[in-house]
């Protein structure tokens, strides 16, 4: 690569400061991108790196958020970067989407965790552990050209506690600049109203200073991006061609997307990664050694804060446990009582067959008494009847001899 060249397609931040930062070990960056499914993610970020990442296009048809990672070693000169891309695969795709932050909050607060289990070691060796906690947000937002979807000032009110969240336009050359200016002035005036705190370049830096500070006024970024090289002139340039003409990913006058390049990866870099590990992973260290006991109390030595975090957990585990005996022997009782009725049902029931059997067992033997006698009856008769046949045949040739 010659001079020229490493001047234009230049990627990473200043060599020489970051061989000083870094003593040519790998660093690691790592690039959350948010945004509904079409936005042209996976695009901008190959124009951004100047490199095809391996990506799947995803489809409409997601029924859950998905966090997909993948770490890539890129290297430019004597520079070494550990770049980690997190995509949010399905983001917006649901019919509901009212919990459609939850999977990117835990992965960010999984990171911080992982972290913060390194960092509790008694034998850490963080100079050496792979930093996955995200040191900036890619926010897309549709170009509607109207006013922010309410899905997306939901996420980042959840997001601007925990990383970084730099919003920018997606595929902004549908609309025209007149309405893009408009679009910028809605989106940061929504923004403020509802409270949403979004990454602001330094200004503390007198060396970037005033170039941060004018970059902070172009916010939000309208960015294209585009792999595919156009001839314009005599240059080779990344451009998107439409029937009606050229739209050129690296001319200042048609979007922002060298601003967002050198904001993102030349200038500030360094910035985000601190910003990460000073502001959003301190709060969740903070709260999360509070809600373990710990405090800035230095009365409690180390110790005294563990053997009481100690005890108040042996006695909630003991409360529990006397709750759960004591529900225990309720739900005894209460099986107990139920048995003891559906006991009692069964008897009354019981009872009720015997007497209705003893009442049968009586209208049966009544009626085979009855039947009996309407037998023996009906033998007495019969026999009559065969008594004084036998006579009147036995009296007929008698009167018939006395005729003769």
């Not at 048809?61 to 770490?71: G, H, W």
């Not at 969240?165 to 408009?182: F, G, N, R, S």
């Not at 500030?268 to 709060?283: A, G, I, P």
């Not at 969740?284 to 009365?299: K, N, P, V």
Request: aromatic share 8%.
């Amino acid at each position: 690569m010659t001079d020229s060249d490493r001047g234009e397609n230049r990627i990473f931040l200043d060599e020489e400061w970051i061989l000083r930062k870094h003593s040519l070990r790998p660093f690691a960056f790592n690039l959350m991108v948010v945004g509904e499914t079409g936005m042209g993610k996976s695009t901008l970020l190959e124009t951004l790196f100047n490199k095809r990442f391996d990506s799947v296009p995803a489809m409409h048809e997601n029924q859950s958020v998905k966090l997909k990672a993948n770490t890539y070693e890129l290297k430019e000169s004597n520079i070494q970067l550990k770049l980690t891309i997190v995509d949010t695969v399905g983001f917006g795709d649901q019919i509901d989407k009212t919990e459609s932050y939850k999977p990117i909050v835990d992965y960010i607060n999984t990171q911080f965790e992982a972290y913060l289990q390194e960092e509790l070691k008694v034998r850490r060796s963080l100079h050496m552990y792979h930093d996955t906690r995200i040191h900036a947000c890619l926010y897309f937002l549709a170009p509607t050209g109207h006013s922010m979807k309410s899905l997306d000032l939901e996420t980042m009110k959840k997001l601007d506690t925990k990383v970084n969240i730099i919003p920018v336009i997606a595929k902004a050359d549908t609309i025209t600049k007149a309405e893009l200016q408009k679009f910028k002035l809605k989106i940061m005036s929504e923004l403020v109203s509802n409270g949403i705190h979004i990454y602001q370049f330094p200004e503390d830096d007198e060396t970037v200073a005033e170039i941060n500070r004018t970059m902070n006024g172009h916010l939000p970024f309208a960015i294209i991006g585009s792999m595919e090289e156009v001839k314009v002139g005599n240059k080779q340039v990344k451009a998107r061609q439409y029937p009606w003409g050229t739209v050129q990913v690296e001319n200042e006058t048609h979007c922002d997307f060298v601003k967002l390049r050198e904001m993102l990866i030349r200038t500030n870099m360094e910035d985000l990664r601190e910003s990460t590990h000073h502001k959003h992973y301190e709060l969740y260290r903070r709260s999360t050694l509070q809600q373990m006991g710990f405090s800035d109390d230095e009365s409690m030595s180390l110790q005294e804060t563990y053997e009481m975090k100690k005890q108040e957990h042996n006695a909630e585990l003991q409360r529990k446990e006397d709750e759960m005996r004591q529900m225990f022997v309720v739900r005894v009782k209460e099986k107990e009582l139920e048995l003891k009725e559906a006991e009692k049902e069964l008897q009354l029931k019981f009872d009720n067959l015997k007497k209705q059997h003893t009442e049968e067992k009586k209208k049966i033997e009544d009626r085979k008494k009855t039947l009996d006698e309407e037998i023996v009856a009906f033998q007495r008769r019969k026999a009559t009847v065969s008594a004084a046949a036998a006579a009147a045949g036995a009296h007929q040739p008698a009167l018939a001899k006395r005729k003769k």
